[in-house]
């Protein structure tokens, strides 16, 4: 038979895992929330073209001439991650060919041919070819992009050479840029 005693210390493991349970499903008497962020920073658009001196040739000055080249490869680098119908479009610009002595064919007669377009990513790349450099004009579109792509051509310089054009080596600058 038991005594007084032990029927209360068997009772104690039951309410004490009664007290378990009722804290557990409790509702907390005090909370306190962090604020979290995360920056994600976009990628960057760029392109690259060759540095260096680019010799398209010699050519006579008894008549009006053309004279082309290749001036080698240019790239476009896009990795702004776009979800989807982002857009670049590559440009190009010159100066006249000049000589130190004075003598001057003017930009607008360098043509530029944008060739075949070797690319990565999904979109469209379309050459747009243009005729005179004198001002900025565009020469590669990439469109309906998604995601990190490149596009990258060897373009074709055609300068005409008036014959009037005193004897000399010309030189000129072309500029690419993206956007």
């Not at 005409?160 to 956007?179: F, L």
């Amino acid at each position: 038979m038991r005594t007084s005693t032990q029927r209360r210390l068997a009772a104690v493991p039951l309410v004490a895992g009664l007290g378990a349970l009722s804290i557990v499903g409790a509702p907390p008497t005090a909370a306190s929330a962090t604020p979290v962020s995360i920056t994600v920073e976009a990628g960057t658009l760029s392109i690259s073209a060759p540095t260096v001196m680019v010799d398209l040739g010699t050519v006579s000055t008894a008549e009006q001439t053309v004279i082309s080249g290749s001036l080698g490869s240019v790239e476009v680098v896009d990795e702004r991650n776009a979800a989807t119908d982002a857009q670049w479009v590559a440009s190009v610009v010159a100066t006249d060919f000049a000589t130190s002595s004075g003598g001057v064919i003017p930009a607008a007669a360098i043509d530029y041919r944008v060739g075949y377009i070797s690319h990565s990513g999904s979109g469209t790349f379309t050459a747009l070819d243009p005729s005179g450099l004198a001002t900025t004009s565009p020469v590669v579109r990439g469109a309906d992009l998604a995601g990190p792509n490149s596009a990258s051509w060897s373009p074709t310089i055609t300068v005409a050479v008036p014959s009037e054009s005193m004897a000399g080596t010309y030189t000129a600058s072309i500029t690419h840029s993206v956007s």
